[in-house]
């Protein structure tokens, strides 16, 4: 396909995928919206919202001006932070009268980092059915693209505004063996990233994903010692929110040699020591030598 040529957004098939599944009433639907690029919504989430009979939101004039981009005019609900609880009980009343309400939040998904978890567990609770559209996430997408390899991530979303507090919850992190994924604002992000550095040390790799689908997107990684040269090599890296990338703990020498030890157990029930060895040696990463030195102390165990 040409660089010119559009492709085809909503061919025959794929409109009636979206419009022959069943859309109950009565229903919760909680939907993902763009966090940056317009065009980063479903055709599920289109088809829904078109068809809903309100949507609550987190800021009305936010979700009127994305919904006036796709041609959709619905009535908003306001439902922000301040105000869960109260509203939850409105839409709970809507939903018992057989009514379809989307929620939706400024950017995202409802209820990460974002006003909607009340709500959810409101009607969850009333034991009415809640129904996820999936979509954009800043911190998904900004893991996609970080090259930081661990299976685990643990996200933390936005830390505390006040340092003492940011501290502590940094500290309680430090031997997290997973990849660490942080929100930040802009004013914020350079005593944050100093914040990391003091408490995490200087070698441990950063990915600091700027504006994530945005016109000026960066996504940058580095050593943390080199995070903060790079923040203020440039006026506009101040700018923008941010998803902070912390890669996982080392694994430290006891951890390495009980796992070491967990594989080659169950290994020696069935292989010879040699091929204990060498199995190990692949599924943990460690040296052949010292896992043959350890898988013939424990047989003299045994």
């Given amino acids: 396909m040409s660089h010119t040529e559009a492709p085809l957004f909503a061919s025959t098939t794929i409109v009636d995928a979206v419009t022959r599944q069943n859309y109950p009433a009565g229903t919760l639907y909680v939907v993902g919206t763009p966090i940056g690029n317009v065009a980063d919504i479903t055709l599920r989430a289109l088809h829904l919202l078109s068809l809903a009979d309100a949507i609550a ?30 509203v939850a009980e409105k839409i709970l009343q809507r939903l018992q009268a057989g009514e379809r309400i989307a929620l939706v939040s400024d950017a995202g998904t409802p209820g990460v980092s ?18 996820p559209l999936p979509g954009a ?11 930081l390899i661990h299976d685990q ?14 501290d502590s919850a940094l500290r309680s992190l ?3 063996s997973a990849t660490l994924i942080f929100y930040e604002a802009p004013h914020r992000i350079v005593d944050s990233v100093q914040a990391l550095l003091d408490i995490f040390g200087s070698d441990r790799q950063i990915v600091l994903a700027r504006e994530v689908t945005k016109l000026f997107e960066e996504i940058h990684r580095c050593p943390l010692k080199d995070a903060p ?35 080659l157990s169950i290994l020696l029930e069935e ?15 460690q040296k052949k030598n010292a896992l043959y030195q350890l898988a013939l102390e424990m047989k003299q165990e045994d």
């Fill in 229 to 263: 040269a790079w923040l203020q090599s440039d006026a506009h890296r101040e700018k923008g929110e941010y998803v902070i990338l912390l890669d996982a703990a080392p694994e430290s020498a006891a951890d390495q040699d009980l796992e070491a030890r967990r594989v």
């Fill in 57 to 86: 939101c987190e800021d009305t004039r936010n979700t009127s001006q994305l919904l006036s981009r796709y041609g959709i005019s619905k009535p908003l609900i306001a439902a922000h932070q301040h105000n869960e609880r109260e």
């Fill in 174 to 176: 430090q031997h997290v």
């Fill in 153 to 166: 991530f643990y996200f933390v979303g936005f830390l505390p505004a006040k340092a003492g507090q940011r």
């Fill in 271 to 285: 292989c010879s020591v040699k091929q204990a060895t060498a199995l190990a040696a692949q599924l943990t990463g």
């Fill in 137 to 147: 996430s800043a911190a998904i997408s900004a893991l996609s693209a970080s090259g």
């Fill in 114 to 131: 974002d006003p909607g978890a009340k709500i959810v567990d409101a009607i969850k609770r009333a034991g009415l059915p809640v129904s």
